[in-house]
Structures are given as structure tokens and as C-alpha cells.
């Protein structure tokens, strides 16, 4: 697809609509839901021209592509930007990660979390404290899908050792978790399948909110295909690629 930032510019004006129509459609602030722009394999070209249009949450699921990215920036830019990790993260990559990424979507064990916790405290010069991240959880079944193993959500049978895993967690002092990620399956079916993984994600976050007694507010839910739905059941982050930049 050639560039053109009228067309970006139009894009993002209609995904705007769909978020507004969407939020308002379950009685939620349209401002409550962030937009982040997903630029992975897209070139910094893009990305400028995202950050232009005004969208400063930009998502990338490689280390090693952001780093390139970010490299590129103005420390103008840098700082106006809001870098994302939606990817998977491996523990060799946790250092650069924090330094990086202003919130971190894919923490997917306790031990991961440790290893960044320790690493905050190691880097408190250059890492804000605390560092802000999202669990990921994989509530589908989708065996493609990363993420702490939590099939059916709240009703699965290791919900105990989840909770146990989450209170850790959020009990380590260098971290701030803020809430959880997921990603639903390609599916047709929305209300047999995409919505109910949604749905699952929300019943596990408002459970933890009760057992740990603490909020957790965001949850980073809905891609191009199903952002919609996602935000009818209480999404506060959508990450968009294909709807605004076409397919990669
Ligand atoms: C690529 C990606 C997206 C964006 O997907 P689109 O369908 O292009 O909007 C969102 N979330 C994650 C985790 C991704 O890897």
C-alpha cells in the first residue's frame, strides 16, 4: 500500500468513530479507551507519521525492532512517545525491555516479573520506578498463544495458583501491575467465541481486584478484527495495525 498520510489521517479518524461508537454503546467514556498504533514490520516513516497525526501510544512486539526505531527518534520524539510491548519477551531481552518500553503487555510468568523487578532496582538510574506492566493471559485455549495458561478463566482449576502467581506479583516493589492482555482467536464467531474470551479476561481482573484488593484497571484487549467488542467488554487499551496501515 503506497503512503499517504490524508489516507493515515482518515484512517484514524474512523477508527476514532468506531471507539467512540463502541464505548458509548456500553456506557463507557470514549476517553477511557487509548488507541495504540502497532507499527511492527512498518517503517519509521509510519511511525513519524502516526506520532504526527497525534497518537503517542505506538505498539511493537520485538525488542530488537523498537530499539532500531526509537534509535532513529529525536529525543523530542522520544519523549512525546509512548513505546508499547505487545510481543512475547524473553528473559535475555528483559533488560533492554525496561529501559525502553513505557509499559510492558506480555509478562507471562512470576519468575519474569522477578527478573524485572531486580533489574529495576539494578538500573534505577535510567528505569522510572515502578515499572509498569500487564500479564498477559491466554483464557482461549489457543495453544499459539503465549501468555500465563489460564483456559476458561476464573473457572479454570489452577485459578488458585494464578491468583498465588498475580499476588507475587504484585507484591514485588519495583513493578506496578496495572492490569492484563490477552489476544482472542481469528474467529467468525464473535458471540460464540470472541467475545467470551473478552468477557473472560474482564471476570479475571475483577476477581483479582477483590482478592488482592487493590485496582487493576487496564486491560489491553482487541486487534483490527475485534476492537470493537473488546471495548464493549471493558477494554482500555486497543492495538490496531492492519485497520490503519493496511496488511503487513
Ligand atoms: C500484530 C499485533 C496486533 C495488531 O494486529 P492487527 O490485526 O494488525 O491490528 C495486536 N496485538 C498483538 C499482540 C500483535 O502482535
Same mark, same amino acid.
Given at each position: ?24 454503546? =456500553? ?78 503487555? =506480555? ?79 481469528? =474467529? ?61
Amino acid at each position: 500500500m503506497p503512503f499517504d498520510q490524508a489516507q493515515l489521517l482518515e484512517q484514524i479518524a474512523q477508527i476514532q468513530h468506531r471507539i467512540d461508537q463502541a464505548a458509548q454503546r =456500553s456506557q463507557r467514556d470514549p476517553a477511557s479507551v487509548r488507541l495504540i498504533a502497532v507499527t511492527k514490520t512498518h517503517p519509521m516513516l509510519r511511525v513519524n507519521a502516526v506520532l504526527a497525526a497525534g497518537i503517542h501510544d505506538v505498539g511493537e512486539n520485538r525488542v530488537q525492532e523498537a530499539e532500531e526505531k526509537i534509535a532513529l527518534q529525536t529525543p523530542e520524539a522520544v519523549a512525546q512517545t509512548r513505546w508499547h510491548l505487545i510481543g512475547h519477551l524473553q528473559r535475555n531481552k528483559a533488560r533492554r525491555a525496561a529501559k525502553l518500553f513505557s509499559l510492558i503487555h =506480555s509478562i507471562d510468568s512470576l519468575k519474569l516479573a522477578e527478573i524485572l523487578n531486580r533489574i529495576v532496582d539494578e538500573e534505577a538510574n535510567v528505569i522510572p520506578q515502578p515499572l509498569p506492566i500487564l500479564l498477559q493471559v491466554n483464557v482461549s485455549g489457543e495453544r499459539s498463544k503465549d501468555g500465563f495458561e489460564l483456559t476458561g478463566g476464573v473457572r479454570n482449576p489452577a485459578w488458585l495458583d494464578f491468583v498465588a502467581d498475580v499476588r507475587a506479583i504484585a507484591q514485588l516493589p519495583l513493578i506496578d501491575l496495572q492490569g492484563f492482555m490477552t489476544i482472542a482467536p481469528y =474467529s467468525d464467531d464473535v458471540e460464540g467465541v470472541v467475545r467470551p474470551c473478552f468477557r473472560a479476561l474482564r471476570d479475571v481482573r475483577d476477581a483479582l481486584e477483590q482478592q488482592l484488593d487493590r485496582p487493576l484497571p487496564e486491560l489491553s484487549m482487541g486487534m483490527s478484527g475485534d476492537f470493537e467488542v473488546a471495548i464493549e467488554e471493558g477494554s482500555t487499551f486497543v492495538r490496531v495495525g492492519t485497520a490503519l496501515f493496511g496488511a503487513r
